[in-house]
Nanobody, 122 residues
Framework: QVQLVQSGGGLVQAGGSLRLSCAAS????????MRWYRQAPGTQRELVAA???????NYKDSVKGRLTIYRDNAKNTVYLQMNSLKPEDTAVYYC????????????????WGQGTQVTVSS
């Protein structure tokens, strides 16, 4: 089994910064893609940022230049640095990782973090 523990988040004024982290532990051989999603009330969960095992990144257009995803492979942790936050960034943020559990299979399994609230006041 794999566990994901998220930390960070909270309440910040518009223009402020926050950093989210998501640490994976358990039966992990390797981690491929790591992603951050968010879900605002009454909306569907949406992909915000993703990073591959080779550290290639991609972002939702509305967050480009403000949010940065990065990872520490030694710690099995993914981060989301959020700068110049806007009220429309308010949501619950979830991490998602694709885990390969053993060397004997190429199969990957997706796991979700518990979610963390980010609230940006105007």
């Amino acid at each position: 089994q794999v566990q994901l523990v998220q930390s960070g988040g909270g309440l910040v004024q518009a223009g402020g910064s926050l950093r989210l982290s998501c640490a994976a532990s358990g039966s992990i051989f390797s981690i491929n893609a790591m992603r951050w999603y968010r879900q605002a009330p009454g909306t569907q969960r949406e992909l915000v940022a993703a990073i591959t095992s080779g550290s290639s990144t991609n972002y939702k257009d509305s967050v480009k230049g403000r949010l940065t995803i990065y990872r520490d492979n030694a710690k099995n942790t993914v981060y989301l640095q959020m700068n110049s936050l806007k009220p429309e960034d308010t949501a619950v943020y979830y991490c998602n990782v694709a885990v390969r559990m053993t060397s004997s299979t190429q199969n990957e399994y997706g796991y979700w973090g518990q979610g963390t609230q980010v609230t940006v006041s105007s």
